[in-house]
């Protein structure tokens, strides 16, 4: 049981982050659709399980391929403002918030423990600032 918490501006696309990943092969990755995406839904928070180097496909979603879960945002995610993204993770659940405010709460059970960091592909980019990553009690 983990929070994480760290401030990220979007610069191009939609970069991620990871958490519980046993290897480069399993994991849960989350996506931060901005206003301008064009590979996932606009202001978005996409959902993946990448389970033996494979995305796990519950949604059959064109606009959103591979992904487990898609989250409209209430807010214009713009490439020029920094967000403060602070995700908990407790047993099967893992919570975002963005500004403070819940965006979203998932349930799994495919992985239950792991390591976390971020993502990006060769479209994407962002600057990430001041991590936190903690036990929670």
């Known amino acids: 049981n983990i929070k994480v918490e760290f401030d990220i501006k979007v610069k191009k696309e939609s970069p991620g982050w990871v958490l519980r990943a046993q290897n480069s092969g399993n994991f849960y990755l989350f996506k931060l659709g901005s206003e301008r ?13 990448r389970m033996d180097a494979q995305y796990l496909n519950s949604l059959k979603r064109e606009d959103a391929p591979g992904a487990a879960g898609v989250t409209p945002l209430s807010i214009k995610v713009r490439n020029k403002d920094y967000y403060k993204v602070m995700i908990t993770v407790r047993g099967s659940t893992i919570t975002h918030y963005i500004d403070g405010i819940q965006v979203d709460a998932w349930n799994d059970d495919t992985f239950n423990q792991g390591r976390f960091g971020f993502n990006a592909s060769a479209i994407e980019q962002a600057t990430v600032r001041n991590v936190v990553v903690e036990p929670l009690r």
């Open 37 to 49: 995406a064009k590979a996932i839904p606009k202001n978005s928070l996409v959902k993946y399980i």
